[in-house]
């Protein structure tokens, strides 16, 4: 069954999206520090990618782009990745489309699906499964482990097969409707505002520096940290991430930045600059 809306020249089978889903279970196991789920988001895409790109220089521009930050619930990945293959496909087809769209509109969809899965599959789903396996496994029956495994990964897996086609229908025609009424730059601006707020919640969730000195002593002291939150909360963890943003500008490698970070934090703990 051809999946492309685009009848002129069709590309995406669902064979293609099939292959796809099968790859997205593997978008934890090469989880890393410094990216995330760029490797494994990248390995899901390629025999997309190499389909739609013949020349070696297109197809590793298009790897490149994709080995990016990345990081979303992993059960609702594919709606991620079918997007991004319909984005693929449209640039492999126009020469104007803006490639940078494609990271953009990743980096801005990621948190809040992130938000949406989490709360479902972690916080609910996952509750459910445990309460049920857990109650016939503590009366020693052997359906216990069973079931907690069945009612956890049958909708799982449904969701993540449903949203791989879903995601790829959504943005073939969610893209063609925007290239008709000349809005994809609005459409980019928009995406990247809300990726940067994206970035910089989670920089300002994930990044904790607290200073416990004190100016002064006794009823009089007065806490350093104090201070600077009443300059502007976070203060600290923003100058951090100006720091590692300026020495990735430098292109100074990021397992020296982590080295870095980590002896620094030590150091700063063992001698009680940090808390």
Do not use: C
Request: proline share 3%; aromatic share 10%.
């Amino acid at each position: 069954m051809k999946t492309s809306n685009n009848e002129n020249n069709v590309k995406i089978t669902k064979k293609d999206l099939n292959k796809v889903f099968w790859r997205s279970f593997l978008m934890e196991f090469s989880w890393n520090y410094e990216r995330q789920m760029n490797l494994a988001y990248t390995y899901a895409l390629i025999p997309i990618l190499e389909k739609l790109y013949k020349k070696k220089e297109d197809l590793s521009a298009a790897l490149k782009r994709h080995l990016e930050f990345f990081n979303t619930t992993p059960h609702i990945v594919t709606m991620m990745l079918g997007i991004s293959t319909a984005m693929e496909e449209q640039n492999s087809e126009d020469e104007n489309f803006d490639s940078e769209s494609i990271n953009t509109v990743k980096a801005s969809l990621m948190g809040p699906l992130a938000g949406i899965g989490d709360s479902f599959f972690w916080g609910t789903l996952r509750l459910i499964a445990t309460g049920i396996g857990t109650s016939l496994a503590l009366k020693g029956n052997i359906l216990g482990p069973i079931l907690f495994i069945l009612v956890f990964n049958i909708p799982h897996i449904a969701i993540r097969y449903f949203l791989t086609g879903a995601g790829y229908k959504m943005g073939t025609g969610f893209l063609q409707k925007l290239q008709a009424k000349g809005t994809m730059s609005k459409l980019t601006l928009g995406a990247a505002i809300l990726g940067l707020m994206v970035i910089g919640g989670m920089s300002a969730a994930l990044i904790d520096i607290t200073i416990p000195a004190t100016i002064g002593s006794g009823d009089s002291a007065t806490s350093i940290q104090e201070i600077l939150d009443g300059i502007m909360p976070k203060l600290l963890p923003l100058g951090a991430f100006g720091v590692i943003y300026w020495l990735l500008g430098k292109e100074v490698k990021a397992t020296t930045i982590l080295l870095g970070i980590a002896i620094f934090g030590i150091l700063g703990s063992w001698i009680g600059i940090f808390a």
